[in-house]
């Protein structure tokens, strides 16, 4: 049988915990080239609707230790709103029930057959967060207890879920440009993760002072400046501009998530504004050389080394999301789904043929 | 609703003249920059299967102009049998019941959301023969009546059905290297075509002597060369390596699918044999300046000529496949099934979700 499993299922099945986990697991993998990613792509093409794009993207990653592959796919009306002197990257919930629209679909390696189909979202939040939780891992001090974190939206609480889960963490602060929205986030995370999340009313008050400072955000102006970097602080991004190219300079210790600059844009030649705006993000990687950066996996695997002073500042850049990523998360949840009877069943056959295609 | 479909669903929805209607139309789109197409990808590891390895296939295209975006996998376990001279590429069964897994996502470009999943193989097989139909429609002469086709196999017959939708073809020759399959096949098509496919002994008794000379094999060594052209012939293949280099030289008119030389290939570094085989095919395509050449959709959209004269030799190498045909197709089939009424309705919830991914 093929499952079909929800968000709520993911949620219940994937601990924090369990992805870090298999992240540390099977970066070694890749980066020892037993495991492979196939980069992120991003088709784009004009929107009926105003100021939007339609965006298909889609990465696949196998994983021949855990004997499973990978596609994940997001099909996103996108927009690029402007707030304040930031502008964003917003998807529109156009899909009927005014819902969002990322799948993640799971094969076995082994046998070919498709194991599993379901939303990306639940996921794509505990994988950001694990790996930046690896990067605070193999880069923060070993005493860090401070973190300041910057936004308030769906990827935050991942992030301060894996600091902590890596960290004795004590007092975490966090700023957000709508700080209605700050305070309510902080209320709610405070509970969750049993330590006090502080809305404060400057980016500044946030990360000024602290041990580990994170981004994220959706923006795609840089949110992270040079002038609140210290001795012996780890700074932490989701995305490309999020830090700003004179704090990354700074940086004694520069990690990324991988080699791949950007996702392959394969753009329709009428695509107007969005394009710009869909590529300044990306351009604010420019300064950095990619190819040559170490990657967090090859932090894990000894191939590129961690902080080796208590004075150095760290800097980790989660640049690209890889497909392997749903792959290793994947095969967490398509085990435990298995083994306590969770998710809708459908016909193996109904995803499978008798021809040879 | 979302749907789910069965090749038996698209073998009663999809016509070959559909498929060769839509294709000539959405070329035009592709070929202006209004449609775009993500190039193929191949993940490859190695399978515990002696000989034979795991491929995790994907690829995407949008056209705005029919509201559609699609993707396709393909999850594979795939080998390289010898057989007499040739080696072929052949996929293994391997997914529960004896079956292969491949795939076909359509989405909304309006809205994003899921319409329809489906397995690939009868789709891949005529949209396969409706790409080599348009190029005889564009490249064979007017008054081309005699076919020859090397290989009986599952893309054989949907080649014999694109062209005879484009041309009046009188006489079929067919040879493939297994006689007693061929004459199988012989006879199931002549009855399907209402045409005499009539089987032969060699290859030169096959194209020797023909308007339209048609490669349908598995095989990645060549199997059609320069010897069997004359004046005005069209030579036709569904793949890189069947019409050798020195024939293909010898063309007056050469037209390829795409620009793209090959698959993206993402292997692993532990994978042995099986690699050397899987570029055997590609790069016998060497020879070729794929960037320069014109493209099937350029020939349509009159950006490229097509044939001028009734004494010149065309040759037409469909090297690549297109996430952009399934696209096309898929429109065809999923506005034909809502239609009719057919296939498996799921709820979208399903494939949707609330949170901004």
Chains 1, 2 share one sequence.
Not at 267 to 289: F, H, M, Q, R
Request: glycine share 8%; hydrophobic share 40%.
């Amino acid at each position: 049988m093929t499952l079909i499993l929800s968000n709520q299922d993911v949620e219940q099945l994937l601990t924090m915990r369990d992805c870090i986990d298999v992240l540390e697991d099977v970066y070694v993998e890749l980066s020892e080239g037993r495991g492979v990613n196939r980069r992120r792509s991003d088709c784009l093409v004009p929107s009926p609707r105003r100021g939007a794009a339609y965006s298909l993207k889609s990465m696949d990653g196998v994983i021949p230790k855990l004997g499973i592959g990978a596609v994940r796919i997001d099909s996103d009306i996108v927009t690029w709103p402007v707030e304040g002197s930031n502008m964003r990257r917003v998807k529109v919930p156009a899909a009927p029930n005014g819902r969002y629209v990322g799948l993640v679909l799971l094969f076995s390696s082994h046998s070919g057959e498709p194991l599993a189909i379901l939303p990306d979202g639940v996921m794509q939040r505990i994988r950001v967060g694990a790996a930046n939780g690896l990067a605070v891992k193999y880069l923060a001090r070993e005493d860090a207890a401070s973190v300041g974190i910057l936004g308030s939206g769906w990827q935050a609480g991942a992030q301060l879920t894996a600091v902590c889960a890596v960290r004795k963490i004590k007092t975490i602060r966090c700023f957000s440009p709508r700080h209605d929205h700050c305070e309510a986030f902080a209320r709610d995370t405070s509970a969750v993760l049993g330590i006090e999340v502080k809305p404060v009313r400057s980016p500044e008050d946030a990360v000024g002072a602290v041990d580990i400072a994170m981004c994220a955000t959706n923006s795609v102006d840089s949110v992270f400046f040079e002038r609140w970097m210290r001795p012996g602080i780890h700074v932490s991004s989701i995305k490309v501009p999020e830090i700003d190219r004179a704090a990354v300079k700074r940086a004694d210790r520069l990690v990324i998530h991988t080699h791949d600059d950007k996702p392959l844009h394969v753009v329709a030649n009428n695509l107007a504004v969005p394009e710009t705006a869909e590529n300044k993000g990306w351009s604010l990687g420019e300064g950095i050389d990619f190819a040559s950066t170490p990657t967090l996996a090859e932090v894990i695997a000894g191939k590129a080394p961690g902080r080796r002073a208590d004075h150095e500042v760290t800097c980790f850049i989660n640049n690209l999301g890889l497909g392997y990523q749903f792959a290793a998360a994947g095969a967490v949840v398509y085990r435990k789904a298995r083994e306590s009877g969770v998710g809708h069943e459908l016909p193996t056959d109904w995803f499978t043929q008798d021809v040879h295609p």
